[in-house]
């Protein structure tokens, strides 16, 4: 049922899906490139890896937990905006990133300033304007478009990022790269809506508040948020740890540069199909299948003897399922909250992933560093894909049913 | 006025607008794909990545 209260569509499909498309591939891939200067970074600077390390891992914390604050920001002012201060944001923290010569430095500008800048230039947020102004029936379809936008972007960047650095030189690199987030700003000329304009918020039938605890209290949004802390636990570990892995394994580093390129290239794919069936399907289907195939896909890579072949054709199908949970998770969200307050709910789930992110790259060490293996994490990997599974099955995606709560007010 | 509901991007499209959007698609994955197989990017990229672990 359409809510009475919903404002009508108001800006182009086509103009919103190659701006929000355009964003998110700077944003996600200027950020997914960052391990790059880990290694110049910390020659020029006489730094340990932990500091490089820590900056990092306050930038993933920053993102997770600005996102919900910028989520309601966004959906109270408009992700214009948002937008706008987010892509400057980007730009500075990267240039302060360039001139950073001390560590704390160095956590100011590369993990605060960054994480926040993404969080109001990445998924939450641009979701939040595909989902108010993209109709229902093409609105997973439009999510799974810039997510794969999103993938695509990260794919490209690594590459490029890695011939900024080899022809400019770390520093100069990471001012082009300030060039790069500063063209967010044009872009998000798109994506102004008109209900939005002069601060002006639109009519609404539930406040920010009420919003927030009407989804932490329901069930449903409470297993799409156990889903997504493991989305992030199990892509975090893999991006994160399986070159350590390989090497351990003795295969050579070329095997792991093409591992990664196979999960960029089938990424694209991976979201872009995801978005579509969501369309056709229930989304707890679909999203029931990524986590327990990743558990299978896990399972069977770790039973087998590794060689590069494995290596390859397990990178292919973890790919598929790498991003693909992203525009499946938020279109369960907007149909059955709506979307007035979509980057904000879109934000929260979002923190959730950062933890499961976090967790997954210091317990993946942490049980290296004391069993000796990657064995415990792999099995820990498959026992929270099977019940991830097994949680999202049970999500109802129908619309939230606020009659109750509106008669009660009246 | 309402759009026409389609399960999706590709509807509507004539024949040789779907073979050009599937060319453009195909060469820009396949052009960022030979990226990561030029030897000089791929040696420089493995060496960035062992350095992190």
Request: charged share 10%; hydrophobic share 55%; aromatic share 12%.
């Amino acid at each position: 049922m359409q809510n009475p209260l919903a404002p009508p569509p108001a800006l182009p499909l086509f103009q919103v899906l190659a701006c929000g498309a355009a964003i998110l591939a700077l944003t996600m891939g200027i950020r997914h490139g960052f391990g790059l200067w880990l290694q110049p970074m910390t020659q020029a600077n006489d730094w340990t890896r932990q500091i490089y390390g820590l900056a990092m891992a306050i930038q993933n914390l920053s993102w997770g937990l600005a996102g919900v604050f910028i989520g309601m920001v966004a959906d109270r002012f408009g992700v214009f905006r948002v937008l706008i201060a987010g892509g400057l944001l980007y730009a500075l923290g990267l240039i302060g990133m360039a001139y950073a010569d001390t560590p704390w430095q160095l956590m100011l500008t590369t993990g605060a300033a960054v994480g926040i800048a993404q969080a109001g230039t990445t998924y939450a947020v641009v979701y939040g304007v595909i989902g108010r102004n993209v109709p229902a029936e093409r609105r997973s379809w439009a999510m799974g478009v810039a997510a794969a936008a999103g993938s695509f972007g990260q794919f490209l960047m690594v590459p490029i990022e890695g011939g900024l650095i080899d022809s400019l030189g770390w520093q100069n690199a990471l001012l082009a790269l300030a060039g790069l987030a500063l063209l967010v700003l044009p872009l998000a000329w798109g994506l102004r809506e008109p209900n939005f304009a002069g601060g002006a918020a639109p009519a609404r039938e539930q406040s920010i508040v009420q919003a927030l605890l009407e989804a932490l209290r329901y069930p449903s949004f409470q297993l799409l948020m156990a889903g997504y802390f493991v989305c992030g636990f199990q892509v975090v570990f893999i991006g994160v740890h399986m070159p350590s892995y390989l090497k351990d394994h003795g295969l050579s580093p070329q095997v792991a540069s093409y591992a990664l390129a196979l999960v960029g290239l089938f990424n694209v794919f991976g979201t872009y199909i995801s978005g579509t069936l969501g369309q056709r399907m229930p989304k707890r289907y679909i999203l029931a299948f990524i986590y327990f195939a990743r558990a299978v896909v896990i399972a069977v890579f770790i039973s087998l003897p590794l060689s590069p072949t494995s290596v390859y054709i397990f990178s292919a199908i973890m790919g598929l399922l790498w991003l693909s949970t992203v525009p499946a998770t938020n279109a369960a969200i907007a149909q059955i909250f709506g979307v007035a307050h979509l980057s904000m709910l879109g934000g929260f789930v979002f923190l959730s992933h950062q933890i499961g992110s976090f967790l997954g790259v210091w317990l993946g060490g942490y049980m290296y560093d004391t069993t000796g293996s990657y064995d415990l994490a792999w099995y820990l990997s498959i026992a929270l894909g099977i019940f991830a599974g097994l949680v999202n099955l049970p999500v109802k995606e129908e619309a939230i049913d606020r009659s109750h709560a509106l008669s009660a007010a009246h | 006025m309402d759009e026409q509901p389609s399960l999706s991007g590709q509807a509507g499209k004539s024949p040789f607008q779907r073979v050009l959007l599937v060319l453009t698609v195909t060469l820009s994955l396949g052009g960022v794909f030979y990226l990561y197989s030029n030897p000089q990017l791929v040696i420089m990229l493995t060496d960035q990545l062992w350095a992190c672990f």
